[in-house]
Structures are given as structure tokens and as C-alpha cells.
């Protein structure tokens, strides 16, 4: 009976191990294709192009994006910058990093921006670094503003028997805090903060769309815009989308739409699938080896 289980276990631990071997050589076989295949993805076409920027998703402050556009600048090759925008939005040090990189390109080379689905908020904030904007009909645009939420859960704590305490520096230390109300000193200190960086968002539409700071601010009440109703206040510059980009480069700045685009990559999402991919097989050959480790354990304390 012992020698039966013995075996039975060793079968188990063998399939386990196949099965988990099997998984990492697939893995392998897909992150060899993967590299491969970014290898002609990532290398520059030879001759003039113009570069394509896609800014997708939440915009952080993505180090090696900001780098990837500063380089543009010094790479003759690259005629312009075409930025395909298509977020909700994001931080506020992601937004002043993008848009300052791109005011920094538009100072070298032409930067023009097209609106897709959507680009507010943050999105909004880097258009507005480019030359000349173009929206959909539908596109969701606008949305200048700050916004600071917090969550107060002392009620709830209150109710529950759990009490929050915070030993602190100064009394606007822990504020915000999810353990307790702000207090009115509090309150009034995030609202500075938060009025400062809307004022330096106001600054940046201001100096972007070439309007008057008091139109600005009318506009710059958090709300959103379609495309047409943000063309007829001026905070873009026409209806279209990457083909009447194209054709303005060509018209305005003598950059024929016959040259190829060339996508910008920062390898980040590769980078991150890479990580990911290789940590989760990292966990499952640990877990799976604990696993049979265990049930041999078991076993051989029942013996």
C-alpha cells in the first residue's frame, strides 16, 4: 500500500512537471517570436518618414516616452509628429510631462494633434502642446479641470467599533484623511492646491490655443465638449482626422503625405508584458512545486 501511494505521487509530481515545463517552453517559443517580430517593428525605416505618437489609455508620467519624443528632434529622418490621441485623461504631472515634451519637439519640427474617441482632461492638456488639433464630430473633448477625491469611512468605522489614529507632524499632515472628515483647515489647504494646478492647466490652454485667458476660464468649468461644439469655442482647430492632418503637413509645411508613417515606440509594453509573462511562470513553477512538495509531505506524515 505504501510503495502504491509512493508511486502515485511520483506520477503526479512527473504530469505536474510536464505540464509546467511544456507551459515555459511555449513561453519561450512566443517571447522568441515576440522579439523577432519587434525587431522589424522597432527599427526605423530607412529614408524621411513622419513619426505617429499614439497616447492611449491613462496618461502617467512615463519616463521613457518622454525621452522617445525629445529624441525625435534629433533624428533628421523624422519630418514631424503626428500625435493620435485617444484617453480619458490622467494625472497631472503626466499631462504637463507629455505636453511639455511635444512643446519642446514643436519648437524643431511640426507636432499636430488628432482627436479620436476621446481626449479630456490630461489628453487635453497635451493636445494643446501641438500645432494645430483635429477632432471628430463625436470626439469627447474639454474637461479642464482638477480633481482631488477622497473617501471619509469614519462613520462607517464609528459603527463598526474601529477607531483611526495618526500621529502627525503638523495638523494638515494626514489630510486627506479616509479615517476622519477633513477638517476646515484642511479643506482649504487641498483647495489651494488644486486651484494652483488648474491655474496652470488655464495657462497652458491659454498659450496653446492663442485665446483670451477670460474665455478660457468660462470654458474651463470641468466640463466636456463633442468636437463640434469644442471647434466653435476654439479649442480645436478643425474637423478630421489623420488623412486631413496629413494633407495640412503637406500644404502648410511641405511635408509630402507620401512619406511613411513611422509609429513611436518606447518597448514599454513590451517590457511589461515580458515582466509579467515571466513572473507568472516564475509563481506557477514555485506554486506547483510546493504543491507536490506538500502532498508528498502529507503522505508521508500519514505513513
Do not use: C
Request: glycine share 10%; aromatic share 4%; charged share 25%.
Amino acid at each position: 500500500m505504501s510503495l502504491a501511494a509512493d508511486q502515485l505521487i511520483d506520477r503526479r509530481r512527473i504530469r505536474r512537471s510536464r505540464a509546467v515545463w511544456r507551459a515555459a517552453t511555449i513561453l519561450l517559443a512566443l517571447t522568441g517570436a515576440l522579439l523577432w517580430l519587434g525587431r522589424g517593428v522597432l527599427n526605423r525605416a530607412e529614408g524621411p518618414y513622419v513619426a505617429r505618437l499614439a497616447v492611449e489609455g491613462f496618461i502617467g508620467d512615463d519616463r521613457k516616452l518622454i525621452e522617445a519624443i525629445d529624441g525625435l528632434a534629433k533624428e533628421d529622418r523624422a519630418k514631424a509628429l503626428l500625435v493620435a490621441i485617444d484617453s480619458p485623461g490622467g494625472s497631472v504631472g503626466g499631462g504637463e510631462a507629455l505636453h511639455g515634451a511635444l512643446v519642446r519637439l514643436g519648437k524643431r519640427k511640426p507636432v499636430v494633434a488628432v482627436m479620436r474617441g476621446t481626449a479630456a482632461s490630461a489628453a487635453y492638456m497635451a493636445a494643446v502642446g501641438t500645432e494645430r488639433i483635429w477632432a471628430r464630430d463625436s470626439t469627447v473633448t474639454g474637461s479642464i479641470g482638477v480633481l482631488l477625491q477622497t473617501l471619509d469611512s469614519s462613520e462607517l468605522l464609528a459603527r463598526l467599533g474601529v477607531r483611526g489614529e495618526a500621529l502627525v507632524s503638523g495638523p494638515l499632515k494626514a489630510q486627506p484623511n479616509p479615517f476622519q472628515p477633513l477638517s476646515p483647515e484642511g479643506r482649504a489647504a487641498l483647495q489651494g492646491v488644486i486651484m494652483d494646478l488648474y491655474d496652470q492647466f488655464v495657462a497652458m490652454v491659454v498659450e496653446g490655443r492663442k485665446l483670451p485667458e477670460a474665455k478660457v476660464r468660462a470654458l474651463a468649468d470641468g466640463r466636456v465638449f463633442t468636437g463640434r461644439q469644442a471647434l466653435a469655442v476654439g479649442l480645436i482647430d478643425a474637423i478630421g482626422g489623420e488623412r486631413e492632418a496629413r494633407e495640412w503637413l503637406a500644404t502648410q509645411k511641405n511635408i509630402p503625405d507620401s512619406l511613411p508613417l513611422q509609429e513611436v515606440r518606447t518597448r514599454n509594453t513590451v517590457d511589461r508584458w515580458l515582466r509579467s509573462t515571466w513572473q507568472g511562470l516564475i509563481e506557477t513553477l514555485v506554486t506547483e512545486g510546493l504543491r507536490v512538495d506538500r502532498l508528498a509531505g502529507l503522505w508521508q506524515l500519514s505513513r
